[in-house]
């Protein structure tokens, strides 16, 4: 018996289009079809031809929402285009997330580029900074953010050793000046940061070792900062 494979309408006088479809749903759904596929094949110009990222998001976005609108007619074995949609969505969705990534890259890149050129740590601090954020929206987008993981991590370790290098080099300049106290609290500040940050980085632990010379005269600024520092430098040396 004939069956509208859309609206389950059956009957042995209805009629079926080849498409399998009653004569009423075959011409709401051909136009459905035809008005997607030009909404999709335009979208698709868009993403391959245009440079700015937001674009491309935004049309491989509408491209999916008429592809997951045809799903619902190849989920009932009506045609509607080639590639079927469940083909265009996998690799529709794959295009999003290299699209994401790219352009993570690049915005990272050149913030970076703004840490490195700047005069101060605060600065190139602040730039790096402004790349994490970049990072983080980007993770929103992807379905898997591992692939970001390594990118993240330079940031993270330019971060982390702007900051160590700015502490060094304030207790270099403090122990200089006979500012004992102030050099101590400097290198303290170093130890915290080695010792909480995920990053491996015994290369720099000796550079630490200008804060023993401080302890004997540390007395004078701080009862309890040669233990502080004991107990801070010990674990570094295991």
Known sequence: MPQCRWCGKRGFFLRVHENGLCCECNTIIVLDVRERTRCIEESMKHIERSKNMATRLSRCDVALTHLEALLQYEEK???TIDPVPS???SELEKERED???EGTELKVEKRLARAKAAATTKGKVGSADKALQAIGEA???LRDARSLDLLENQVRTFIYERTLDSYLESGSKAEFKGQRAKALDSYQEALFLIQTSDIDD???VSSLGMVLTLQPSSRRCSRTAPQKISEGV???VR
Do not use: Q, T, W
């Open 77 to 79: 074995e009506i045609p």
């Open 87 to 89: 083909s265009l969505i």
């Open 234 to 236: 010990r674990p570094l």
């Open 99 to 101: 699209i994401v990534i």
């Open 202 to 204: 015994g290369s720099r």
């Open 139 to 141: 993770r929103i987008e």
